[in-house]
């Protein structure tokens, strides 16, 4: 119950977190902007991650296995998508220096 209300919590406020960030993205300065959005994709994807990773296998142990494996290839997907975008970010910050 505490990691439901818990990840509840966590997704209202990562929404208003990008809120924010799409309100006054364009006042900041570009390299404000790229820390920001580093730092999203740093916190966002491991605890998306975490969550469906969490309920595959609440669901497995329930045996209720078409959403185990739908949870489950969500959570490789989210990682894999994390892993790039972060990657590329990355890389385009290390062409661009």
């Known amino acids: 119950m505490f990691l439901m209300i818990f990840f509840s919590v966590a997704a209202i406020l990562a929404l208003a977190g990008v809120l924010v960030f799409v309100a006054t993205s364009g006042r900041l300065s570009a390299d404000t902007r790229r820390k ?15 969550f469906m990773s969490w309920r595959a296998f609440d669901s497995f ?4 296995w ?13 990682g894999a998508d994390g892993y790039q975008k972060l990657r590329s970010r990355l890389l385009s910050d290390r062409v661009a220096t």
């Open 61 to 64: 142990v329930q045996q209720h």
């Open 36 to 50: 920001i959005e580093l730092g999203l994709i740093v916190v966002f994807y491991p605890i998306c991650v975490f």
């Open 66 to 78: 078409v959403t185990a494996v739908l949870s489950a290839g969500l959570a490789v997907f989210l």
